[in-house]
Each structure stands twice: as structure tokens, then as C-alpha cells.
């Protein structure tokens, strides 16, 4: 057989066994997504350094670290604590039935006390530019000298405040 032929007969056979399409049919695929508004929010310990009544009042502080949508305004609050008879004008931290003066404060002169707007407090309140930028708060403790405070049982003292973020 001739070498053509032998040719002729591979492409034949090749094209046989090839898909040939008979037609083309085409369609859209809708694509979305709904970037929901959110923030999330943590909060290291604020723990003072030992107090020994008459040698002055004790500091310290926590963070508070918030991370928002892009143009969310938020506003953060702090609750008054959670031992009995704490208000946010005075928190109490608790050993047992026996209590420490504290508060917490907006800023390190301890001015405006950090809460949530009332009893003449304050909240801290901003503007998201975007999880990326992450927002530092600092929460400014004072457990002052007082009177309450020098007669105190010796102890370990706690108290738990809730963080309210509202955005």
C-alpha cells in the first residue's frame, strides 16, 4: 500500500474518533457578597500593684482592644462591677464581706470616670477605619488612700466589670 494511503487512512481514522461539536452554549454566573457590619472586642487584666494603707494611692491599667468594619462609630462602656453595693461614681473590689475602693478613668489623671454615661461618667466612643487598624483603649485604675481603704482586712480583692460595646 502506498505510503498517501496509509496517510490518508490514519488522518480518516483520527478524524472519526475526534469529538466534533455541533454547537456552543453559554450562560452567567452572579456573583455577591454582603460584608457584614461587626466589631470585635477583648480585654487584657487590670491588676494593681500591692496596697499598703497610708502610703498612697495605687495605679494600673488594662487595654482594651477593638476591632471594627470600616466606618463603624462605636462607643465603649464599662459597668459598675459586680460586688454588692459598687456604683460607677464608686466601685468596690471584694474579699469575702470585705470591700477596696477603686475606679476606673478614661485617662492617667484619673478625671473622668470611665462608665457607661451615667452618675457623671463617661464612655469612649470613635471611628473604625477597618479591622486592619486596630483600636487601643487604655483603662486607667486608681485604688485610692482612703479612709475605707487603710481599715481593710488584708487580702486578695476582685471585682468584674462588664464591657459594654455598642456600634
Wanted: hydrophobic share 40%; proline share 4%.
Amino acid at each position: 500500500m502506498p505510503k498517501s494511503v496509509v496517510a490518508a487512512a490514519v488522518a480518516i481514522g483520527i478524524l472519526a474518533t475526534a469529538a466534533v461539536p455541533a454547537a456552543t452554549k453559554t450562560t452567567s454566573l452572579s456573583v455577591g457578597a454582603t460584608l457584614v457590619d461587626t466589631c470585635l472586642i477583648s480585654a487584657s487584666a487590670l491588676t494593681f500593684q500591692p496596697y499598703v494603707g497610708g502610703s498612697g494611692a495605687v495605679t494600673g491599667t488594662s487595654t482594651v482592644s477593638l476591632r471594627c468594619s470600616n466606618g463603624a462609630i462605636y462607643a465603649v462602656g464599662l459597668s459598675a462591677g459586680s460586688t454588692a453595693g459598687t456604683t460607677i461614681a464608686q466601685r468596690l473590689l471584694s474579699n469575702g464581706v470585705s470591700t477596696l475602693q477603686y475606679n476606673l478613668y478614661t485617662s492617667n489623671d484619673h478625671s473622668t470616670i470611665w462608665g457607661d454615661g451615667t452618675d457623671g461618667s463617661s464612655v469612649i466612643s470613635g471611628y473604625s477605619t477597618g479591622f486592619a487598624s486596630p483600636i487601643s483603649l487604655t483603662v486607667y485604675g486608681q485604688l485610692p488612700d482612703s479612709a475605707s481603704n487603710k481599715s481593710a482586712t488584708p487580702g486578695t480583692y476582685s471585682d468584674t466589670i462588664v464591657i459594654v460595646l455598642v456600634y
